[in-house]
């Protein structure tokens, strides 16, 4: 799968613009303020149906207007079909269209187009909170579970379902008439993200070893007391939630520790290290998926070599270019790539919102 047209408008100081990329390496060079985060934006929209960036969509549309719009052909490498998808996006809505069809659920273009980004905020999914971190175990399981997705929209359900009944703040009441199926729900996903998680780990581990010497440890962590059932762990905690009016423990709260040398990776590696960590996070989750499903993913990389040496930039851009990702690299420096040596490479020019192929 590669992105073989993007049409652009109204996206950040981007107002119109058309780009037909490279199925291998694109390389988006231009001064500062130019548009190149702009163009990676509008490509993590049309996937993820939200900013990279920021949750208020008004800073995300150009200023002289009220909507924007992205549009993108997909190639099928094996089946040699093309998919149109389509997003418009306003301050109070948003349109969907596959191949010409409305359609209702965001993620129904996330299946058809993975997108992941490395940037210099690559750091924050380790040193944040656990949310990152289950989204990121998330991604990967919806791509390549394809129970997942009704799975979690279950549980997160019942899980509103009960926190309703917790806020009526009756001790012990409505709340508990949930917890049979809030714990079949708990235990499918959770078996889903401890099976992926084991998975992923040999992965993850390969390109940490390739990218920053080491081989870090990763658990999964459920969510509630390791040593208890859920079943038991919500029986213990019922009347602290009624308290609190919400669930303490479950899979909503799960988290994935990575250590090395017994020490969090994000209380001891450097910037560097860490976004390299989190790269090799990201090629674990990309190899995966082609091997598991032949789904071929994007990747964004914004401001290459933030915080990387030109060794490390060179091995991660190669381990990437390896991993069958279409890639979108920005720099402001045009020469920091030798692109001829690229077999499937282009290069394009943005400046003052405008993008050229450069030839
Ligand atoms: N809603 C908006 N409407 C119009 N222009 C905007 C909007 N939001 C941001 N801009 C402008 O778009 C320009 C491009 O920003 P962008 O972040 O894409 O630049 P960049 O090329 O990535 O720069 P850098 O190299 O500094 O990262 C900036 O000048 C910014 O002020
Ligand atoms: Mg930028």
């Not at 985060?37 to 008004?58: D, K, M, V």
């Not at 992205?70 to 389509?86: M, R, T």
């Not at 709260?253 to 560097?272: H, K, M, Y």
Request: aromatic share 8%.
């Amino acid at each position: 799968m590669h992105l073989s047209q993007v049409d652009i408008k109204w996206v950040r100081n981007l107002k119109d613009v058309r780009l037909n990329p490279a199925p291998g390496i694109n390389l988006i060079y231009g001064l500062n303020a130019s548009g190149k985060t702009s163009l990676l934006e509008a490509i993590y929209l049309l996937s993820h149906g939200r900013s990279f960036r920021t949750s208020n969509i008004r800073s995300v549309i150009h200023a002289e207007s009220n909507t924007l719009q992205v549009f993108a052909k997909v190639v099928q490498e094996q089946s040699g079909s093309c998919i149109h998808l389509g997003l418009e996006k306003g301050l109070s809505h948003n349109q969907i269209r596959i191949n010409q069809q409305n359609v209702t659920q965001t993620s129904r273009l996330a299946a058809y187009l993975p997108v992941q980004i490395i940037n210099p905020e690559a750091h924050r999914l380790l040193e944040q909170g656990p949310s990152q971190r289950r989204k990121f175990i998330d991604w990967g399981l919806f791509h390549v579970e394809q129970s997942f997705h009704e799975t979690w929209q279950k549980y997160t359900r019942i899980l509103k379902q009960r926190n309703a009944a917790l806020r009526e703040r009756k001790p012990g009441g409505n709340a508990k008439l949930w917890d049979k199926q809030l714990i079949e729900a708990s235990e499918k996903l959770t078996e889903l993200r401890r099976h992926y998680v084991q998975e992923l780990t040999p992965y993850l581990q390969e390109y940490s070893q390739r990218l920053i010497q080491i081989s870090p440890l990763v658990q999964y962590r459920q969510g509630w007391p390791q040593e208890a059932s859920f079943e038991t762990a919500l029986l213990n905690s019922i009347e602290q939630d009624v308290h609190k009016g919400f669930t303490r423990y479950g899979p909503h709260r799960a988290d994935l520790r990575i250590t090395d040398n017994g020490q969090p990776v994000q209380e001891q590696f450097s910037r560097g290290q860490q976004k390299l960590l989190v790269s090799a996070m990201r090629l674990a989750q990309i190899t995966h998926l082609r091997q598991q499903q032949a789904q071929q993913s994007v990747v964004l990389v914004d401001d290459l070599a933030a915080e990387l040496d030109s060794s490390h930039r060179h091995r991660l851009v190669e381990l990437l270019a390896e991993s069958g990702a279409q890639l979108f690299i920005t720099s402001t420096d045009a020469s920091l790539f030798d692109t001829q040596a690229w077999a499937s490479s282009k290069m394009f020019h943005v400046e003052h919102g405008q993008i050229t192929e450069v030839i």
